[in-house]
């Protein structure tokens, strides 16, 4: 890791200096490079580098006394407390031709996922870059799709429906259906709906984590888990308006007051409604520890920040690949 030092101030003097050989000539080689340079606060340089650790790329941090920008990555994190000097070095770069960008927005395109250790709540209240929050458009839209699909899957899948209620009342007594409280758009709690995939006494001794391999599950639970067949009935909260097909998955209140105790920014997947499946779903595997939490957490944060009709359909082509080849999340 390389860190700033008193002759960085120095070598700011002779930015004049700046050049470029060669330019990306696209984005997509901008996010191929194996090295990218980070100018950051010092008191943020152990943080990035920690981070940087389980990315797929090199980071150098706070090195001013590179002049040689050719097909060079320049990020800058929390710009608004750097120095004169840093800022007038990253000015000149840009002056220069080089590429430069914010940190967050590199990581956001080059990882697939949004890194939250690094937002702030500015981040948040830009709500125009986050077109699903800002453009009615897009919520109709979005509303639009929701009640064909949902439409649509009510038609394909009623078969299969109907044959899990019938091996579900088969196997163990109880319901059918099975509904919890869980939060929605605005932190509004509403009942979900599903297939029961559990024992009736399955949370006597309150709530628990679902978890792999869970001994609570029924055999017929476990096969329709696996198929997402038990979110099926979900399609009524869609059409109740209450949920969409695309979005975080909802989550209960007594495990959001844990979750957001540790991960930052939880609740703000709750700007939007909750989905059936959604790209934490399709990117990430099963897990129910925190840290599976959290990294779920970071492609919903993505999902809400880079939502688009193309995005919905990636991830409902990904979830129809899960849904067939059994691989549940």
Not at 38 to 67: G, H, M, T, W
Not at 255 to 269: A, D, G, N, S, T
């Amino acid at each position: 890791m390389n860190t700033e030092s008193n002759s960085n101030k120095e070598k700011l003097l002779s930015l004049n200096e700046l050049r470029i050989r060669k330019r990306f000539r696209s984005r997509n080689q901008v996010l191929k490079q194996s090295v990218i340079y980070i100018y950051c606060p010092p008191d943020k340089q152990e943080e990035i580098y920690k981070l940087s650790k389980a990315y797929p790329f090199e980071v150098i941090i706070n090195d001013y006394s590179i002049r040689d920008l050719t097909r060079t990555v320049i990020c800058h994190y929390d710009s608004r407390v750097l120095s004169a000097e840093s800022k007038e070095f990253l000015v000149a770069a840009t002056e220069a031709g080089a590429w430069v960008e914010p940190l967050v927005s590199y990581l956001d395109a080059r990882l697939g996922y949004t890194e939250i250790n690094l937002l702030s709540s500015g981040y948040f209240l830009h709500q125009k870059a986050f077109s699903i929050l800002s453009t009615k458009r897009t919520e109709i839209a979005k509303r639009v799709i929701d009640i064909a699909f949902s439409i649509l899957l009510i038609i394909l899948t009623f078969p299969i429906a109907l044959l899990a209620a019938i091996f579900i009342k088969l196997e163990s007594k109880g319901p059918i259906f099975y509904k919890q409280k869980r939060v929605g758009l605005f932190n509004e709690e509403f009942n979900v709906v599903k297939f029961r995939s559990m024992y009736t006494d399955a949370e006597a001794g309150g709530a628990q984590w679902a978890k792999e391999n869970d001994d609570r599950v029924t055999k017929v639970g476990s096969f329709i888990r696996k198929t997402r067949i038990d979110e099926l009935p979900q399609i009524i909260n869609i059409l109740q308006g209450d949920m969409s097909i695309i979005g975080p998955r909802p989550e209960r209140e007594v495990f959001i007051c844990e979750l957001e105790k540790q991960i930052p920014y939880y609740r703000f997947r709750h700007a939007v409604k909750p989905g059936i499946t959604g790209l934490a779903q399709v990117s990430y595997p099963y897990g129910a520890s925190l840290d599976d939490a959290m990294w779920k957490h970071r492609y919903d944060i993505h999902y809400i920040k880079h939502h688009s009709t193309l995005l919905d359909f990636k991830i409902l082509l990904k979830t129809v690949k899960v849904v067939l080849f059994g691989m549940g999340r």
